[in-house]
Each structure stands twice: as structure tokens, then as C-alpha cells.
């Protein structure tokens, strides 16, 4: 029996069982996949909007300006790495200047501060590798960038260390009202709702929840239309991105964003926190909800149409390409809040971009509505701050060879292309909701995510996460599921064995 379940570990499941871990409530997050961080909020620009794209008076619009003035506070209590390094959006048409005017207004009107237009001398003074054919931009300063996987794993981390139940592998198949009041519970609170699920052995388990909480990404609607009468339709919109390699991480000192079009704010180029380029997404409706492959057709698109706002990106340079998904209500805005027909099941759908920017935002305003519908108090003992993994090549030679001294794991590096240690590996293992997988590992230190790509760092992570959890190689996989990496042995091994 819980007073609260979450479905979906994404960022804003994670940023809203983190905020509902200040009070005193048994909350427990569901989760299909086999760790945080496995859905939208793997795959995404890492971008934190400033807050003017959004239409007047749309949750987008609220929640996006929130959630970004929230942002430099929450990267320190938590501590994952976020950089405020602006943004411009560019025109290369003379005669689409009108729309540079109209999202400064809307910007401005979304309470978005410091938005100003630049002309074509300003803005090559700030990027030079600005296209040639720019007449104009709009500048926002307020425009920044992050880590998505250390945001969401922060903010689960921290829900964990107050309390917050995770069980991951378990999907949800059925929910039932539940009929009559629940014992002890005031008689106007709802009687809450069975969930049934299924877990990674097939077995079926049943859930007991006061409250619900919606939060399952591109299955809101799913989970939502199990319960509801008035029906959601999300439909997935893949977005295909291409990372450069660090050698081109400071061709553009702002994230770049060309005018958008109704399919979205379109292609940008960005740096990312860590100092590679990434440039994406496309903007492709599909019908698979499990469809992040790339595909040529999207790749292209992304070259041609980066090339608009940016010249001589050297996409020679790329390391890796990826997809993600995007969750498009068909209403066109987030959905937040009680559903009408439902006590106590609560929706938080929709979530497309801007949905990083805004997850603190949302995380706060979901669990406000909780403790004024719940009547709940406040935690005596609640810990606001997470201490994120150390960095060893961030150090001082001083400190590095310190904690070698304290730990000699610091010293071997596993990952050549990142510089990770094994100690950081080690670390992504036992901290909370630790890693339990290739991609865990890779989400929480970065190892494989290099120019390489795992190739030389693959075998050794095996043998530390092997030897740690005292699971076999062959157990192993790469993110859950039947992922496997080792499928059979050699004939001299098998004979052996």
C-alpha cells in the first residue's frame, strides 16, 4: 500500500518524486525499463529554453520560464553540470524578420528576460562561423544547456536518499479504481487504484496506491486511457541527432536555433556540457513508440538543414548518431493536473519539448497540488542536496593524487576517449539506484561515450560490473532485458567448462 505511485523514472517523474520526498508520504516510482533515464530523457538536446517559443498563457509557456530560472539553483543542490551560455535563434530570409519580432514578443510577454535582436555585424561578432546568409537573430541570454542523464539520475538519486521506493522492470498492464474509501483516509480523498503490473521474470504484481501519477512519456496516453473516459493521443515524434567529436566542440559558443516551423523549433547546433557538438533533431511522426533508430533519410536532414544556420560544421567529425522520442499530444501543450473523471489520478502528459527545461518547474507545482490534496506535512529531516560522482581529471594534480592515496581505482583509467576512471565506475555501481548495466554505466560516467565508442573500455566494464554485483558475464547485458553482450563461449571454453 502506497499513498503515492509514480509511473515513469523519466526527468519529470524523477523531479516530481523528488519534490513529494520533502513530505511525509510512502511513494514508490514504477518504472518498464531496468534503470532511470531509458525513455525521452535519454535521448534529447540537453537544451534549457529560455522561454519565449512557447504560445502566451500554455503550461509550455509557464513552466518553461520556471523551470529555467530554477535551473542554476537546483544544478547546485544537486549537483550536475549546467552552463547558461545563451542562445540565438537565426533568420536567413529578410522577408521572415517578422517572426524574430513575434517570438520576442511572446518571449517578453512569457516573462522571458534579456530577449533583444541582433543584427547580421552583432551576431558575427558573437559567432563567427554564423551562415552567410543570417540577416538577424534573436538573442536570449537566459538560453543554457545541460546534462540530461545527470539531471534526471540526480534528482532520482536524491528522491531515493529521501525515501522514494524505485522498482524498475516492471511494467504497467492494468489499473482498477478501487470502490468505496480507503481506511483511516478522510472520505473527500479518492479510494484510490490497483495496479497491476508485470515484472522482467513474467511474474504479475499488484500495486496499491491512494494517488496516481501519470508521467510515462510517450505511454501517458496509455496509462491515461486506462482510467479516463475523456481519451489522450500521443503520437511519437522521432527526433534523429548527430554528436561531433570534442575537436569540434567550440565551432559555435551558443546553441543555435534556426526560426521554427510547425513541426517544431527545428535543427540546432549546441555545445554540450561535456564538450562535444551536437546537432539535431529531425521532427518524424511514427507509429512505433520503441522507434529510436536512425534512420539515412533523417541523418540527411539533419546535415542539409544544420548547414542553413551554421557553415563549415565539420560533420566529418562525427562519433555517433542517435534518435529519441518525442511524446506530441495531439492538443499541442502539456497536460497537468487531476483528471476530472478520475479522483486521484494525475496526469502529467504531453511532455514534449520544452519538457527538460520545465521538469523542475513541474516537479514543484505537481507536488504542491499533492500536499494541498493530500494534507501533507512537511519531513523534519528532508536532505536537499545530492553529492554527484567525482571527477578525478576535474581535480588539482593536489587533490587527484589525494584521492588516488584514499582509493587506488582512481588511478586506472578504464575509458581511454573520456578519461574515466575505475573508481567512477565503481561508483556508478553503489551509489543510489546504481548502475546495473552497459548504458547505466555509460549514463553515470560518460565511459563509451567517446570517440571510440566503448570499443577499447567495453571487456574491462564488463569484468568490474561482473566481479561488483556477483553477477556471470553471460548475465549481462547492455540496458536491460535481453540485451545480452556474451551469448555463448568459444568451443576451448565450452569444453572446459
Known amino acids: 500500500m502506497y499513498d503515492i505511485i509514480i509511473i515513469g523514472a523519466g526527468v519529470c517523474g524523477a523531479a516530481i518524486a523528488r519534490e513529494l520526498s520533502r513530505y511525509e508520504a510512502k511513494i514508490c516510482v514504477l518504472e518498464k525499463e531496468e534503470d532511470v533515464c531509458c525513455g525521452t530523457s535519454k535521448a534529447n538536446s540537453g537544451i534549457i529554453h529560455a522561454g519565449f517559443d512557447a504560445e502566451n498563457g500554455t503550461w509550455k509557456a509557464k513552466m518553461n520560464v520556471q523551470g529555467n530560472k530554477m535551473m542554476p539553483k537546483m544544478a547546485e543542490e544537486l549537483d550536475f553540470p549546467y552552463q547558461q551560455l545563451g542562445s540565438l535563434v537565426v533568420c536567413t530570409d529578410e522577408k521572415r524578420r517578422n517572426g524574430l519580432e513575434q517570438l520576442l514578443e511572446r518571449g517578453r510577454k512569457n516573462g522571458v528576460k534579456g530577449l533583444r535582436i541582433l543584427e547580421r555585424e552583432e551576431l558575427l561578432g558573437m559567432e563567427a562561423n554564423i551562415s552567410d546568409g543570417a540577416v538577424a537573430a534573436l538573442y536570449a541570454p537566459t538560453g543554457g544547456i545541460v546534462c ?29 479504481k478501487r470502490e468505496g474509501s480507503m481506511k483511516g483516509t478522510d472520505s473527500l480523498l479518492p479510494a484510490g487504484y490497483e495496479v497491476i503490473c508485470e515484472t522482467k521474470d513474467g511474474e504479475k504484481e499488484v500495486f496499491t496506491t491512494r494517488f496516481l501519477i501519470n508521467a510515462a512519456g510517450v505511454y501517458a496516453d496509455v496509462i491515461h486511457n486506462m482510467v479516463c473516459k475523456e481519451k489522450l493521443c500521443i503520437t511519437p515524434r522521432r527526433g534523429d541527432y548527430v554528436l561531433l567529436d570534442k575537436t569540434a566542440g567550440m565551432h559555435v559558443s551558443h546553441t543555435i536555433f534556426a526560426l521554427p516551423d510547425g513541426m517544431g523549433k527545428g535543427v540546432l547546433i549546441t555545445p554540450t556540457v561535456h564538450g562535444n557538438l551536437l546537432v539535431g533533431p529531425t521532427a518524424i511522426e511514427i507509429s512505433d513508440r520503441e522507434g529510436t533508430n536512425t534512420t539515412a533519410e533523417g541523418l540527411l536532414q539533419v546535415a542539409v538543414k544544420s548547414q542553413k544556420t551554421v557553415k563549415n560544421l565539420p560533420m566529418n567529425q562525427t562519433i555517433t548518431s542517435f534518435a529519441g522520442l518525442r511524446a506530441h499530444e495531439k492538443g499541442g501543450d502539456f ?54 560522482m567525482v571527477h578525478p581529471f576535474s581535480l588539482s594534480d593536489e587533490e587527484h593524487n589525494e584521492l588516488i592515496q584514499k582509493n587506488p581505482a582512481y588511478g586506472t583509467i578504464a575509458c581511454r576517449c573520456e578519461k574515466i576512471s575505475e573508481g567512477e565506475i565503481l561508483d556508478a555501481i553503489h ?44 548475465e549481462l547485458t547492455k540496458c536491460g532485458g535481453n540485451s545480452k553482450i556474451v551469448v555463448g563461449f568459444t568451443k576451448e571454453e565450452a569444453k572446459r567448462r
Not at 158 to 165: D, I, L
Not at 342 to 369: K, M, R, T
Not at 432 to 455: E, N, V, Y
Request: proline letters at 6%; aromatic letters at 6%.
Open 431 to 474: 551509489r543510489p539506484l546504481g548502475a546495473r548495466s552497459l548504458d547505466g554505466i555509460k549514463r553515470r560516467t560518460r565511459a563509451g561515450m567517446g570517440r571510440c565508442q566503448a570499443g577499447f573500455c567495453t571487456p574491462g566494464t564488463m569484468e568490474l560490473v561482473s566481479r561488483e554485483l556477483q553477477v556471470p558475464m553471460t
Open 335 to 388: 497536460i497537468l493536473g487531476e483528471a476530472s473523471d478520475a479522483p486521484g489520478f494525475v496526469d502529467c502528459a504531453g511532455i514534449e519539448s520544452p519538457g527538460l527545461s520545465s521538469a523542475p518547474a513541474i516537479g514543484v507545482w505537481i507536488a504542491d497540488l499533492m500536499k494541498e490534496r493530500m494534507h501533507l506535512r512537511e519531513k523534519e529531516h528532508f536532505v536537499s542536496k545530492r553529492k554527484g
Open 148 to 176: 540530461p542523464f545527470e539531471m534526471n539520475l540526480a534528482y532520482a538519486e536524491n528522491a531515493c536518499t529521501n525515501g522514494v521506493e524505485f522498482r524498475f522492470s516492471t511494467r504497467v498492464k492494468e489499473i482498477r
